[in-house]
C-alpha cells in the first residue's frame, strides 16, 4: 500500500473525527506497549518464538563440472536420517522434554541450524522448487541395522517389534511426477547404511502450490512421520496469466510475504504430532517423564490405538515448537500454508481473539494450563479465507471460522487481523461431527499471535469493515500493482471481475474441470471403487480397501494389502469415475500421482452431509476423508505417467497395517483397453 494513499485516510479520519481519531490510535499505542509487557512475562519467550523451517541448501555444483546456464533447473540436496537429540516443550509440566528420536537432518553430526545434535528440531526443512526443475534427493540411512530375525513380523501388514523401524524411502505428496524408477516410487525399501538418490523431473506445466514429503516405508511409515520426518515442498510460481491460458496464484499474492524476506518458505505451517514418552514409563503416557528422563518412539503401541495420540498426552507443534508465539501485524494480508503432517488425528483450526491478552500470555507459562487458556480464548473469529487446497488453486476463495485439517490435508489461507492484542491458534474439538478418533473436551491451543498496529495501514482501516472488504481491496490493489508488460489490461479486467463477481479466482486454477457430459459418460462406463473397511477376516482384525461397492456385505483376505498384487489396471489418457466409501470408521484417502476432482457427496441414508464436506464439491485434492455413511465421487484423469504406485488411509497407522492398494497405469493397446504386454517382442 502506497503511503500516500495512507496519509489521504489518515487526512480524512483527522478532518472528520479528530477526537476519536486520536483516542483509536492512543489506544493502539497502548495495546502494543502492554503486549510487549505480557510477553515478558512468558519464560525463555525468545525460545517460544515461532521460527519459520529451516530451508534445504543445495548440493554444490562439483569441481569436476562445469558451470552451465542451466545449473538452476537441477538442483540436488542431501538428507540424513539419523537419531537426533533435542528437546519438546512439554505445557503439562511448563518445561522442555529431552527427547532422541529418528529424524531429517542436513549433515551427518549437525543440527539443521548448525549448531550440535543436540540443538536438533524435528522438523525437516522446506525444499522451494519450480516447474520444469530437475530436483534431486540422496537419502542417507544413518539409522542403526538391526539382525533380521530381531525384526521378523508373521505377515507384511502385522506390527513391527520394538525398534524396528529403521529401513526408509521417500514420498513426495501431491507432486505431480512419475511414480517408477528413483522419481517418486515407494515401493522400494532404502536400508541402514545405503545412500540412495531420487530424482524428480518437475514438468513445466506442473501447478504452482504447497506439497510436502516423508517415508513411506510400508511397516514404518506412521513411527517415522510420528518422529517428525516430515518437510514442506513449495513448488513457486511466476507465470503470469494470458487471454488463452491460467497462471499462478503467486504472481497475485507474492507482495504478501513475509517482511523479513522469508519468501514462500516463510509462509509454511508445518502442523506436527509427536507421541513420544520415556522408557521409564514403560512407553506408556501415564505421567510425566522422570527428571533427564529422554522421550522416543520405538514401539508401535505408541501410534497403534485409535486415540494414540490423545492417549499420548503431547501437544501439535508448528513449524517444529509447541505452542509458539507468532508476532503479526493489524491491518495486513498474510498467507499461511497449512501442512497437516498428523499421523493420526484431525485439527479443526481455528482462530480467535483474546479479550484479555494479558492474562492469555501469563497463563502460557503456566504448567497445566490448558482449561485457563482456552476460556480466554473467548473473542471474535478471524476469518480463513481459503485459496488452495492440497496445492490446487480453488476457482473460488472459500471463507471459512473453522478449517476442518485430516492428516495430509494442505490448506493455502489468507487472513488479517483487525485490532491490536492477543489472538488464539487452537484445534477445536468441541464440534459434534468430528471422528471417532476425538473426545470433545480436548480443545488444545496450538500457539498465540501477538498482532501490533500496522502504522503504515491503521489509518486507512475504515469502521466496519468487514475481513471480506479488506481482503477484496488488497488483492484489487495487488491485481493492479502488477506490470502491465506482463498482465495486459484486459487480463487485469478479467481477474478484477472475477474477484467481484464472488472471489473467483479463474484465471488461476490449474486444472479444468470436468464438463457436466464428460460427468454422465463416466458414470456409464466402469467405475473404480475403494471402500475402506476394519474387520475380522480369518479371526484377526484386518485393515483393508475393497475395491468394490460398499454394500457387499463380506471382507475379504484379497483386500488386505500384498505388494505383489495389483488391485487397479488403469489405462494411461482416460479419465475415470470412482466411488469412495468406509464401512468401519472415518478415513482420510490419499492416491498419489494424479489429484482428483470432488464431484458428489451424499449420505447413504439420505440425511444431511457432515459439515466438513461444505464448499467441497468440485474442488481438486489429493487427500479426502471419507467419512462411514457418506459416499463420494470422484473423477481423475490418468495423465503422463505410467507406472505402479498407491492409494491408501493417511492414517498412518492403518496404512501400515495394510489399508492400502497397489495402483498400475499402463499403456492403451490401440483396442480401447489397457497393454498388460511384457518387453514388446
Known amino acids: 500500500m502506497s503511503s500516500r494513499f495512507a496519509r489521504r485516510h489518515a487526512l480524512l479520519c483527522l478532518a472528520a473525527m479528530p477526537f476519536a481519531c486520536s483516542a483509536a490510535f492512543a489506544a493502539e499505542t497502548n495495546v502494543n506497549l502492554n503486549l510487549d509487557l505480557n510477553l515478558k512475562a512468558v519464560p525463555n519467550v525468545e525460545l517460544r518464538l515461532l521460527q519459520e523451517p529451516p530451508t534445504l541448501k543445495a548440493r554444490a555444483r562439483p569441481a569436476s563440472r562445469a558451470a ?20 519438546i516443550y512439554n505445557p503439562t509440566t511448563a518445561k522442555h522434554d529431552k527427547v532422541r528420536l529418528r529424524s531429517y537432518q542436513q549433515t551427518d553430526g549437525l543440527a539443521l541450524d548448525g549448531r550440535d545434535e543436540h540443538a536438533a528440531t524435528f522438523m525437516a526443512p522446506t525444499v522451494v522448487m519450480a516447474p520444469g526443475q530437475t530436483v534431486r534427493f540422496k537419502l542417507h540411512n544413518r539409522l542403526k541395522p538391526l539382525p533380521a530375525e530381531q525384526c521378523a513380523t508373521t505377515d507384511i501388514n502385522a506390527a513391527r517389534p520394538r525398534g524396528c523401524f529403521n529401513d526408509t524411502n521417500l514420498h513426495s505428496h501431491g507432486l505431480w511426477v512419475s511414480p517408477a524408477g528413483n522419481s517418486d516410487n515407494v515401493l522400494i ?49 511466476e507465470r503470469y496469466p494470458t487471454a488463452t491460458a491460467n497462471g499462478d496464484l503467486d504472481v497475485m ?9 522469508g519468501g514462500s518458505a516463510g509462509e509454511v505451517m508445518l502442523l506436527q504430532q509427536i507421541p513420544y514418552d520415556c522408557p521409564s514409563n514403560s512407553l506408556a503416557p501415564t505421567r510425566p517423564c522422570d527428571k533427564d528422563a529422554v522421550g522416543v518412539l520405538e514401539d508401535f503401541d505408541q501410534v497403534e490405538d485409535p486415540n494414540a495420540w490423545l492417549k499420548s498426552g503431547r501437544y501439535t507443534s508448528v513449524n517444529g515448537k509447541v505452542q509458539p508465539v507468532l508476532k503479526m ?63 490446487l488453486t480453488h476457482d473460488r476463495i472459500i471463507p471459512k471460522t473453522l478449517n476442518y485439517l485430516q492428516p495430509g490435508y494442505r490448506s493455502d489461507i489468507l487472513f488479517s487481523l483487525p485490532k491490536a492484542g492477543a489472538y488464539c491458534v487452537y484445534a477445536e474439538t468441541n464440534v459434534n461431527n468430528m471422528t471417532t478418533m476425538h473426545d470433545v473436551n480436548n480443545t ?33 490493489n495487488a491485481v493492479r500493482s502488477l506490470p502491465g508488460a506482463r498482465l495486459p489490461d484486459s487480463v487485469k479486467s478479467t481477474i478484477l471481475g472475477d474477484l467481484d463477481d464472488g472471489l473467483k ?20 462406463k466402469t467405475k473404480e471403487y475403494a471402500t475402506f473397511n476394519i474387520a475380522k477376516v480369518d479371526g484377526k482384525t484386518r485393515f483393508m480397501v475393497e475395491g468394490k461397492p460398499e ?8 483386500y488386505v494389502y500384498d505388494p505383489h498384487r495389483v488391485d487397479h489396471t488403469l489405462v494411461l489418457g482416460t479419465e475415470q469415475m470412482w466411488e469412495l466409501a468406509s464401512k468401519n470408521g472415518n478415513h482420510p484417502f490419499h492416491i498419489h500421482v494424479n489429484p482428483f476432482q470432488i464431484i458428489g457427496i451424499t449420505r447413504t441414508d439420505g440425511g444431511t452431509v457432515d459439515a466438513q464436506y461444505k464448499d467441497l464439491i468440485g474442488t481438486w485434492k489429493d487427500t479426502l476423508l471419507v467419512m462411514q455413511g457418506h459416499k463420494i465421487e470422484i473423477a481423475t484423469r490418468y495423465q503422463r505417467y505410467i507406472g505402479e504406485y498407491v492409494l491408501h488411509c493417511h492414517i498412518l497407522e492403518h496404512e501400515d497395517q495394510g489399508m492400502m492398494q497397489n495402483v498400475k497405469v499402463v499403456l492403451p493397446d490401440g483396442k480401447g483397453g489397457g497393454d498388460l504386454g511384457g518387453h514388446g517382442h
Open 68 to 87: 552451465s546456464r542451466r545449473d538452476e533447473f537441477e538442483k540436488s540436496y542431501d538428507l540424513y536420517i539419523r537419531y537426533a537429540n533435542g528437546s
Open 329 to 391: 501485524k493489524t491491518q495486513r494480508l498474510y498467507r499461511w500454508r497449512l501442512i497437516d503432517t498428523g499421523f493420526q488425528a484431525s485439527v479443526v483450526l481455528r482462530i480467535r481473539r483474546a479479550n484479555d491478552p494479558q492474562k492469555l500470555f501469563q497463563a502460557l507459562g503456566v504448567a497445566n494450563q490448558d482449561k485457563d487458556v482456552m476460556a480466554l480464548c473467548d473473542g471474535e473469529d478471524v476469518t480463513q479465507f481459503e485459496v488452495a487446497s492440497d496445492g
Open 444 to 476: 488444545r491451543l496450538i500457539g498465540v499471535i501477538a498482532a501490533k498496529t500496522n502504522a503504515r495501514a491503521s489509518a486507512r482501516a475504515r469502521a466496519g469493515e468487514s475481513p471480506r472488504d479488506f481482503l477484496l481491496a488488497e488483492l484489487r
Open 253 to 261: 499474492l507474492k507482495q504478501f510475504q513475509p517482511d523479513d524476506g
Open 551 to 558: 454394500d457387499s456385505p463380506t471382507p475379504e483376505m484379497k
Open 189 to 237: 525399501s532404502i536400508k541402514p547404511g545405503v545412500d540412495f538418490e531420487y530424482e524428480y523431473n518437475i514438468p513445466i506445466d506442473h501447478p504452482a502450490g504447497t506439497f510436502w514429503y516423508h517415508p513411506h516405508q510400508h511397516g514404518a511409515t506412521a513411527m517415522q512421520v510420528a518422529s517428525g520426518m516430515a518437510g514442506a515442498l513449495v513448488v513457486e510460481g
Open 505 to 524: 479466482l479463474g484465471k488461476f486454477v490449474p486444472h479444468a474441470s470436468f464438463s457436466e457430459a464428460a460427468k454422465d459418460a463416466m458414470r456409464g
